[in-house]
Every structure is written in structure tokens, then in C-alpha cells.
């Protein structure tokens, strides 16, 4: 059983930048690929980004790439999402999820995903 805890949402205005985190419980954090998702009020959940269990492979969503990036400390068993030049489009529940496989790839279902955070709310304003 894997617990994740979200946090590092808020609001912040348009160009800023903003840190998540997830916590994961327990001692097998690296047997995890880990993902991140958001979803918009009336939207679909919609994949992010996604690091593979080591840290050598990650994948963003075209939205976000060259803005955001996905990075992975196994010993402390965390994942982060640090997100820059943040734009009103960026406003969202964004969660975390870990999957038990090597890697995951942004075709990869949502329902694949073994465990979900809570969600943190991040708003930018424009």
C-alpha cells in the first residue's frame, strides 16, 4: 500500500512559478513510476508529466514542456513538479500517482496508475 500526499499548490500569477510535491509512504517509493495529472473545472483529467522509477526518463504533456519539470528524490520519497512560467491555462487539481512498472509514458491510461494523492489546487491569475 502506497500512500501520496500533495502539496505546494496555491495561487500565483500569471508568469510565476510554483513547486509541488508528492509524499509517498512506505519503503518501495523506487519499485514507482510516478505521474502527474491536473484537471480543470468542466475539463478532463489530463496527463502532465511522468518520471520512471529510476529518474533517467521523463515526459511531459506539449502544454507544458519547457515550463514545467518532473524530478524524483527515491531517498526521501518524493516526487516534485517545479512549474515556471505559469499561465491562467496552468489553473488546475493537480495530482500525483504512482504506478508499479519501470516507466510510464504519457499514452499510458490513467487507470494503470496503482495510487492517487488528495490533489492540490494550483490557480494562476492572469
Known amino acids: 500500500q502506497v500512500q501520496l500526499v500533495e502539496s505546494g499548490g496555491g495561487l500565483v500569477q500569471a508568469g510565476g512559478s510554483l513547486r509541488l510535491s508528492c509524499a509517498a509512504s512506505?519503503?518501495?517509493?523506487?519499485?514507482?513510476?510516478m505521474g502527474w495529472f491536473r484537471q480543470a473545472p468542466g475539463k478532463e483529467r489530463e496527463f502532465v508529466t511522468a518520471?520512471?522509477?529510476?529518474?533517467?526518463?521523463?515526459y511531459y504533456a506539449d502544454s507544458v514542456k519547457g515550463r514545467f519539470t518532473i524530478s524524483r528524490d527515491n531517498a526521501k520519497n518524493t516526487v516534485y513538479l517545479q512549474m515556471n512560467s505559469l499561465k491562467p491555462e496552468d489553473t488546475a487539481v493537480y495530482y500525483c500517482a504512482a504506478a508499479y512498472r519501470t516507466i510510464v509514458v504519457p499514452s499510458t491510461p490513467a487507470d494503470e496508475y496503482d495510487y492517487w494523492g488528495q490533489g492540490t489546487q494550483v490557480t494562476v491569475s492572469s
Open positions: 512506505g519503503r518501495t517509493f523506487s519499485s514507482y513510476a
Open positions: 518520471i520512471s522509477r529510476s529518474g533517467l526518463s521523463t
